[in-house]
């Protein structure tokens, strides 16, 4: 048991919260791979370990252990060497949920080449610019006919582009990647010398969503999968042998998070439902079918999921529900609880690092709250002036200590962009520039991001506090609070509102949110308007664009 974990933390059962913040380490080597060090360990140790579970809408279903996961993944890095692909190069996958990201992204941690997961919305623009920015040698898409013609046109934009491979079929132009792989040896020995990483080498690459300007690469080096111990271990709790799922596509850090480091460092399976698309009610009933022990997914989906009978699913198997990705408003959690007999636990973080703030094990969740800090990463409020601020002051969100200790995990810089690397991590703090306040029992409350905190007639209003107010309502799935002009007051609360089935936009409606938020908060944190959607704009990442909305309703940043 916990074979992997105890080679990199000393101790792996802790009493208390206190006890694990205090005493959590993790080591890391001068050279750690997580193709060698993890996938190929458990393979040598444990043949038969099963790795990864993946099915699809078409009915498909394929079981991988770590044997076969390092087989295919030597044999995919044989293949990515004779195309020129070595250490420091660069390749993009877009892959959506395939099974074949899994044995890509350990092929070229073998080799120490540097992968930039993709999303499959992204334009020809967005690939040329990702391309660009990062040096892009190889592209490997899914065969999908929006992507491949994208990504085809955006050749023409970027020259660095030598290679494009396709997964799940076959396309003109493309190398195939089953055919490509196929006749290569299963094995490959690990480099050495000038050949081989350390711990310090730039592993992933994940770009931003680009809501305040172009998206910047945000770089992890080889040590990174050893910080989403925290995340994997202790926050999701993924049990060894046991179905783990977390809700996301290979293209966003969540995938990171949830669908492979921390996960295979515990020895946890995972199981991946490649969805064509989110129906509630096929995920409820694949949690149901597969029996899962661990469950994940952003605050959205749940809410989702409970417009439908939960109460029709069985979902006792699942030990922990996670969520993560946008605040999880505390009436989901009072509902879900109310229907499985769990909570959600909440986690916090950003695609710059690991879970930063969740519900840990011995950390009563609490409706509202994004839980605690996690060890390492000396997580403080802090104002304008780095100073720390008093329970029940808003403060934003910083890791600090940067310089005594970097901790694993968090990014280590923007790619080929020395100033904004240091502007974000070149100091004592690196500030995510999200605010949050702190209660006397330690539980961390999220208010907002920095710029979406509005500021009328005096006061400070976090667009979340007012959002959970009217998530509360039956009426509300979900909505986004943001500022709109007024010829009297300068700027007031708007909420822009998706309502749940069976509700009409009207004026008594309208009235009956109004005084819903007025008796559930502050009554001056009341929506003086009230606008109706059937969607909310939102990034490619699935995160709500407030700015976009402000900037719609004439407010000027």
Partial sequence: MDYILSKY?????????????????????????????????????????????????AGEE??????????????AANAFAKLGVGKGDVVMCILRRRWEYWVVAAALCKLGATVIPASLQLTRKDIAYRANSAGVKALVCVND?????????????????????????????????????????????????????????????????????????VCHNF???????????????VRENKLHMSVTDSGWAKFGWGKIYGQWIAGATIFCYDMDKFVPTKLLQKIQDYELTTFCAPPTMYRFMLQEDVSAYDLSSVENFATA???????VTIQWERLTGKKIREGFGQTEGPVLLATFPWVEPRPGSMGK???????????????????????????????????PGLFVGYYRDEEHTREAVGGAYYNLHDMAWRDSDGYCFFVGRNDDVIKCSGYRIGPFEVESALVAHPAVVECAVTAAPDPIRGKVVKATVVLA?????????????????????????????????????????????????????????
């Fill in 325 to 331: 990705g946008e605040p999880l408003n505390a009436e």
């Fill in 145 to 217: 006919a929006y992507v491949c013609g994208e990504a085809e046109a955006a050749r023409a934009d970027a020259p660095s582009i030598e290679h494009t491979i396709v997964a799940a079929g076959k396309r003109g132009g493309w190398l195939n990647f089953d055919e490509l792989i196929e006749p290569e040896s299963e094995v490959f020995e690990r480099p050495t010398g000038e050949a081989g990483v350390t711990s310090k080498d730039i592993m992933l690459i994940y770009f931003t969503s680009g809501t305040t300007g172009n998206p910047k690469a």
């Fill in 501 to 557: 089935k069976g509700y009409e936009p009207t004026e008594e409606l309208t009235r009956e949110l109004q005084n819903h938020v007025k008796h559930t908060t502050a009554p001056y944190k009341y929506p003086r308007i009230v606008e109706y959607v059937d969607e909310l704009p939102k990034t490619i990442g699935g995160k709500i664009k407030r700015k976009l909305i402000r900037q719609t309703d004439g407010i000027k940043e």
């Fill in 223 to 237: 040590a990174h999968p050893l910080g989403h111990i925290i995340t994997a271990k202790y926050w999701q709790q």
């Fill in 373 to 407: 800090p996690s060890p390492l990463l000396n997580i403080k409020l802090l104002d304008d002036d780095g100073v720390p601020v008093e329970d029940g002051e808003e403060g934003a969100i910083c890791v600090t200590g940067l310089k005594e200790a970097y901790p």
């Fill in 9 to 57: 933390c000393p101790r792996i059962e802790f009493d208390s919260y206190e006890d694990f913040y205090e005493n959590f380490r993790i080591n890391v080597p001068e050279a750690f791979n997580f193709g060698f060090d993890v996938v190929d360990e458990w393979a040598r140790v444990e043949p038969d370990k099963r790795a990864l579970l993946w099915c699809n809408d």
């Fill in 62 to 75: 394929r079981t991988f252990t770590f044997t076969d996961i390092s087989r295919l993944s030597n044999k």
